[in-house]
């Protein structure tokens, strides 16, 4: 079954960079994915699509502050310089025929 | 620039029906992919439904049977027939369009379906 794992909740500082996780499951390594924002009382953005090798495509208007990376079945959201506006959950997400999945979500915090 | 303008939420109650429209400008609906996707309060993201560029539907297996989704080319409007609502189907719903197969480029702002007697 394809399943999408985040951790429920991230922090750091204001000015500094944070790394956010979200893990393919099992014998589903090599999917791609999606990040999407969503700040406090607004609809989901999205930031970019992420391939099993790092390359990665941003959105419309995304800063070069929002990154992306992998590794095994592991993909990565690296925001640098955090801002206030970076507060918001952020959702992973990927596919296959005839369904779309989405992670949990990550609530990110800005001390 | 891209808008989706998400309309038709509301109270009703369970086991009745509803249905959601939205109107998307600066993109073509008939020739991408365009899904609906809800949030329960305070939950995370939920995929619903999906209608491809062909014509194929696709649903979540929550939904499957009970709702159906569609579209409208000449006014580049997207649908989702709501029928035997549930109490668990309360939730915000967002149209996203994707330019690809993959992802959801492109969001609305929701509309809110509360289902309750």
């Known amino acids: 079954q394809l399943v999408l794992t985040q951790s429920p909740s991230a922090s750091a500082s204001l000015g500094a960079s944070v790394k956010l996780t979200c893990t393919l499951s099992?014998?589903?390594?090599?999917?791609?994915i999606a990040w999407h924002q969503q700040q406090p009382e607004k609809g989901p953005r999205y930031l970019m699509k992420?391939?099993?090798?790092?390359?990665?495509s941003k959105g419309d208007g995304i800063p070069d502050r929002f990154s992306g990376s992998s590794s095994g079945a592991e993909r990565y959201l690296t925001i640098s310089s955090l801002q206030s506006e970076d507060e918001a959950d952020y959702y992973c997400?990927?596919?296959?025929?005839?369904?779309?999945?989405f992670g949990g979500g990550t609530k990110l915090t800005v001390l | 620039e891209v808008q989706l303008v998400e309309s038709g939420g509301g109270l009703i109650q369970p086991g009745g029906s509803l249905r959601l429209s939205c109107v998307v400008s600066?993109?073509?609906?008939?020739?991408?992919?365009v899904s609906w996707v809800r949030q329960a309060p305070g939950k995370g993201l939920d995929w619903v439904s999906i209608?491809?560029?062909?014509?194929?539907?696709y649903y979540a297996d929550s939904v499957k049977g009970r709702f159906t989704i569609s579209r409208d080319n000449s006014r580049n409007t997207l649908f989702l027939q709501m029928n035997s609502l549930r109490a668990e189907d309360t939730a915000v719903y967002y149209c996203?369009?994707?330019?690809?197969?993959?992802?959801?480029?492109?969001w609305g702002q929701g509309t809110l379906v509360t289902v309750s007697s």
């Open positions: 996203a369009v994707g330019k690809g197969y993959e992802t959801f480029d492109y």
């Open positions: 209608i491809y560029s062909g014509g194929d539907t």
């Open positions: 600066e993109f073509t609906v008939s020739d991408n992919y």
């Open positions: 997400q990927t596919w296959d025929t005839g369904i779309r999945v």
């Open positions: 099992s014998g589903h390594s090599r999917y791609a």
């Open positions: 992420l391939n099993s090798d790092g390359s990665h």
